[in-house]
């Protein structure tokens, strides 16, 4: 990773003037991929006394949220947003052992999956981290997902959201009997349920019964987000 | 292991004659200046040539090969051609490929209303400031011929319109010696003298004989002021098949060979290793509308066999690419342009001139300029080739992959997607809604845009103020000079 001039200014530390200020530079080298330096500024955010909840929202989560909007605004290209979520690992590996049990603040916990036989996987992946960038808990059940399974995990997990993906137009119907499965098990009114891939459609997502359609993961964190009413 | 000698890339080169295929046009065209003949209408290039061996016979000048060979041999190789700020920017050798626009079209597309309408003085300066923000435009042409100066005095306000509006090196046309001697007092203004102006010139004049065979008198005055001066010169002909020069592809190569080698001869023999520029244009007469065709198949193929010569030759070589017969900004042009810019490259023609041309060669238009661009910076990325070492490879990122499960987050991808993929700037790939929401932009509209945001912010460097005073002089004398004869 290529450490600019800013953040070697950073590192002997002549910026760090107040607590705010602190935040704020973890958040915009959050942004910036800048992961060592992210490292280096949550210890020193430590060192000042900060409460690690508060590291985590008012830096980390506060400088995933801005490469979110500019990622949906098309301002940012995919990988730009990925080293971005690299670096907010590195601060989280460090907060993670300090945060009380209970204080990981999370926007929901998300079930995800792509259908029965259908083994794409990098679609999935994709959505997955950028709902992890904007804080949402996920459990990945990998690719050709049976209805059983998934209807299986609802009852473990109890999951606010589940997103089901498909690429292929002869797996996207392992969605209604997906949909249908945890109907039959009573569980649908449980969770919202959105679906993505490349051959849906928005009128195929209402087809189905499902509750929201995606068209990419930029779209797909903003979906998730209102369908948990935030 | 311990550090190994990188695998070489290759750059991938098209070669559209064989040696024995040059050979034979080579003895062709040879056949046709001593058995055949030129006519010569400029007295200067007659006694040029006589006195070098040349005989006139049946009103023909009939040029033997020894001449030939002698001013192929006294030739320079290489051209460097410099910006107005005294930067090398161009130059003109074997394996580099410059591009620009063309010169002189009478209509141009209003980048404003989208009308087509006459061309203004005014037009050519914007349009070079165009250019000189565009990063794969390497030089500049007038583009416009202006419809509001005196006709007599066009080519000079082109010329002073392109050196206003662009730093860039720029390939310039003018109607006599007159104009020539005008030009030339701006330019050794612009440089800082004459021996400046020699050292680093930031012009190449472009004038052409009459194909076929035909050696009018300005134009060969023109070439022959170059060279007396130093100016790097082309003087290609345009044997069209089935127009000026024969139907078949061959026969236009054999003429046109003949012919551009006359106009190095008489460079050379003004003054050994003036800078020429060889090449010829070999677009197709339509056999329906007897338009020049801009855009056919045969001017690519033609330039492709024509480098070859030049390389024969070992001679810097003329090329043209970009242009279309499309009246508009639309798929047919970017078909045209992508197809002949493409061959450009891969021939490795030096100096590619006529982006940005549409409606054959009748009307420019700053869209397709931006467009052309955009296909230049693409066909460069082909060009780049395939680079095989270890961090291309990718061995550890494949161990790593889970199957089925991508790249897309690995370290090997966030650490190169920067440089490993090529990315468009003005080619869309947004997603099907968001196109929609950003108000379904077609390539031209995207193109307009970018033009008009161009126009407004780019920033190109005045004129010395030296050079501004010998423009207003040289336009004095032009303004008194036309009082006095009405």
């Known amino acids: ?230 | 292991m311990t550090e190994q000698i990188p695998i070489e890339t290759l750059h991938p080169t098209i070669r559209m004659l064989s040696d024995e295929q040059i050979e034979a046009i080579h003895h062709a065209s040879l056949d046709i200046l001593s058995g055949t003949g030129i006519v010569m209408k400029n007295e200067v290039g007659r006694e040029l040539l006589v006195d070098a061996g040349a005989w006139e016979s049946e009103g023909r000048i009939k040029i033997p090969p020894h001449l030939v060979m002698d001013a192929i041999a006294s030739a320079s190789p290489r051209i460097p051609m410099f910006n107005r700020l005294g930067e090398l920017t161009m130059p003109l050798e074997a394996g580099k490929v410059f591009f620009g626009p063309g010169s002189d079209c009478p209509f141009t597309i209003d980048v404003e209303t989208g009308q087509r309408r006459k061309a203004t003085a005014e037009d050519v300066r914007r349009i070079a400031h165009l250019c000189d923000s565009l990063a794969q435009i390497d030089f500049v042409m007038s583009m416009g011929s202006p419809s509001d100066v005196p006709p007599l005095d066009h080519y000079l306000h082109s010329f002073i319109s392109m050196i206003r509006g662009s730093v860039k090196p720029n390939v310039y046309t003018a109607n006599n010696r007159e104009d020539m001697e005008d030009i030339y007092r701006i330019a050794c203004a612009v440089a800082g003298g004459e021996d400046e102006l020699r050292e680093k010139p930031f012009m190449l004049h472009y004038a052409e004989p009459i194909s076929p065979l035909l050696y009018n008198d300005e134009s060969v005055d023109k070439l022959l002021f170059c060279a007396e001066k130093g100016i790097p010169v082309t003087y290609p002909p345009s044997p069209n098949t089935g127009g000026g020069g024969p139907i078949t592809l061959a026969g236009a190569l054999a003429l046109g060979n003949a012919e551009s080698l006359v106009g190095l001869a008489l460079t050379q023999l003004v003054r050994p290793g003036t800078p020429f520029l060889y090449g010829m244009n070999t677009a197709a007469l339509d056999m329906k509308s007897a338009i020049v065709s801009y855009g056919s198949p045969e001017w690519p193929l033609g330039m492709a066999a024509c480098a070859d010569l030049a390389r024969y030759y070992d001679l810097p070589v003329w090329g043209t690419a970009g242009a279309a017969d499309s009246k508009v900004v639309d798929a047919q042009a970017g078909i045209e342009a992508a197809i002949s810019m493409m061959s450009a490259f891969l021939t490795r023609c030096n100096l590619v001139h006529d982006v940005g041309y549409i409606e054959y060669g009748t009307t420019s238009s700053m869209e397709m300029l931006v467009v052309a661009d955009e296909i230049i910076r693409e066909v460069r990325y082909i060009m780049g080739g395939v680079e095989i070492s270890e961090r291309t490879l990718a061995r550890e990122a494949i161990h790593r992959a889970k199957p089925g499960g991508g790249f897309l987050a690995d370290d090997h991808t966030l650490d190169n997607w920067k440089w490993a993929q090529w990315r468009p700037e003005l080619i869309d790939r947004m997603r099907y809604d968001r196109w929609v929401e950003k108000g379904r932009k077609d390539m031209a509209t995207r193109a307009n845009e970018r033009a008009r945001q161009i126009l407004a912010e780019h920033q190109v460097p005045p004129l010395p103020e030296a050079a501004e005073e010998v423009i207003a002089e040289v336009l004095k004398e032009r303004e008194d000079s036309a009082k006095r004869t009405t």
Do not use: C, W
């Open chain 1, 1 to 230: 990773m290529v450490i600019g001039l800013p953040s070697d200014h950073l590192r002997k530390g002549r910026t760090m003037d107040t607590k705010a200020h602190v935040l704020e530079q973890i958040a915009s080298n959050l942004y910036k991929g800048e992961d060592d330096v992210v490292a280096t500024l949550v210890h020193q955010a430590l060192d000042q006394g900060m409460a690690p909840a508060k590291i985590l929202n008012g830096g980390l989560i506060a400088g995933m949220d801005e490469v979110g909007k500019d990622f949906k605004a098309g301002d940012l290209f995919v990988p730009e947003v990925l080293i971005a979520a690299r670096a907010m690992h590195a601060g989280m590996d460090i907060l993670r052992p300090l945060l009380a049990e209970g204080e990981v603040p999370s926007a929901g916990k998300y079930l995800i999956g792509t259908v029965q036989g259908d083994l794409h996987d990098i679609g999935k992946n994709l959505v997955k981290m950028m709902l992890e960038g904007a804080g949402f808990e996920t459990i990945d059940l990998g690719t050709d997902v049976k209805p059983d399974a998934f209807v299986a995990a609802v009852r473990e997990h109890q999951p606010q959201l589940i997103g089901m993906s498909a690429l292929l137009t002869t797996t996207m119907t392992g969605m209604k009997a997906t949909i249908e499965g945890l109907e039959e098990a009573g569980l649908r009114d449980t969770v919202k349920i959105m679906v993505g891939g490349a051959p849906l459609t928005a009128a195929f997502a209402e087809q189905i019964g499902a509750d929201a359609y995606a068209p990419d993961a930029a779209t797909a964190v903003d979906v998730a987000r209102n369908l948990m009413g935030v």
